[in-house]
């Protein structure tokens, strides 16, 4: 029969060592007062018995819980997991979240809250009582929801805000949407393009706004027209579809859009295509995300790569550095990309109004 191999505990390594529980605590958790050779005893007892701290043996230092707590929308989460849609924010939060916390000794936790739901704040505190984590990172539009906020000020516990720049306490950072949005129109106009229309997001997301900023000040600054060339959807796909046949029936020489999620711009590339329209040769198309599945459309999406998991490991990193005494102060920026595919080109020589005016669209 196969031997069970008995975990190592902090009381083993305080036995081999020969010191109290709390002299080991505070060797794992760096804390002061300890003399150099009791240190360097306990760790070679540590290295020897191949000890790995738990979080209740560093909980015992009294003073952190070595836990950070992203906290992500319930309703929209768990609608994309159950659709398959693909899309991969939480994927991209883990990913930047966990190994930062790991490099530091601590562990990420994720919570689904509704921000809707008028028990939010019963859900919240209760996460907040059972794990007592060191810090909170709120994700849009918890990031933005002032009972969430005022909570964790109430309660002490540092926090960071993602997606938001409003101010108030918390450490604010954003993905350089307002940026991102210029540089992807400005990329169109360099291609030629001069009636570029964008399908906004939701306006309860600052970010919507910042996008729309963006995408403004580029037609501005090129002398180019915007009026009537905005729609807003919920970065559905359902509401890019209404978005994209709004703008195709209204602008007969639109050449190109700018969605503000994946959903919305793959909507926009079925749209097209019912309408016998070629992307990128009748209508160029830039999404916001960068999700896995525009890589695999056909053709495959041109889009803003949104830096979401250097951005939470940003935010993990502030909370950790400044700690519940840590002061607010500006707002962090973690600039996005655009990723070039196959849905842009220079406009056609002449619009293709012909085919959009006349070309039915999927009921």
């Known amino acids: 029969m196969a031997r069970v191999r008995k975990t190592v505990t902090i009381r083993d390594v305080a036995e081999d060592a020969g010191v109290s529980l709390q002299t080991v605590s505070r060797v794992v958790n760096g804390g002061p007062n300890v003399r150099p050779q009791l240190r360097d005893k306990v760790r070679a007892s540590i290295d020897r018995l191949g000890y790995v701290p738990s979080l209740a043996a560093q909980r015992m230092s009294g003073s952190r819980s070595y836990i950070i707590l992203a906290i992500n929308d319930r309703e929209r989460t768990l609608a994309d997991w159950r659709a398959r849609l693909g899309t991969d924010w939480v994927d991209q939060m883990l990913l930047g979240g966990i190994l930062t916390c790991s490099q530091h000794g601590y562990r990420m936790m994720v919570e689904l809250v509704d921000t809707h739901s008028d028990h939010v704040e019963r859900e919240l505190g209760a996460a907040l009582s059972a794990l007592q984590p ?19 000020a109430e309660r002490n516990i540092p926090f960071a805000r993602i997606g938001s720049n409003a101010p108030g306490p918390g450490i604010p950072l954003t993905m350089g949407d307002e940026s991102a949005a210029h540089l992807a129109t400005s990329r169109l106009i360099e291609l030629g393009h001069r009636r570029i229309a964008m399908i906004a997001g939701p306006p309860q997301y600052s970010l919507s706004g910042w996008r729309i900023d963006g995408w403004k000040r580029a037609l501005d600054e090129a002398g180019l027209p915007h009026d009537g060339l905005l729609e807003v959807g919920d970065f559905g796909y359902a509401s890019g579809t209404r978005a994209a046949r709004a703008l195709l029936d209204r602008h007969a020489d639109l050449t190109a859009i700018i969605g503000s999620s994946d959903q919305m711009t793959l909507a926009a ?8 329209l070629s992307v990128p040769h009748d209508l160029s198309l830039i999404s916001f995300d960068n999700t896995p599945i525009v890589r695999f459309s056909q053709p495959p999406l041109t889009a803003v790569d949104q830096p979401i998991a250097e951005t939470v490991s940003r935010a993990v990193e502030q909370l950790i550095a400044r700690g519940p005494d840590g002061d607010d102060d500006a707002v962090i920026e973690v600039p996005a990309g655009l990723v070039e595919r196959y849905s842009t080109a220079p406009p056609p020589v ?14």
């Open 269 to 276: 590339l079925e749209v097209a295509r019912d309408r016998g």
């Open 134 to 152: 060191d810090g909170v990172i709120l994700t849009p539009p918890h990031s933005e929801n002032r009972l969430i906020t005022q909570l964790l």
């Open 350 to 363: 002449e619009a293709p109004a012909q085919a959009q005016a006349h070309a039915p669209g999927r009921a």
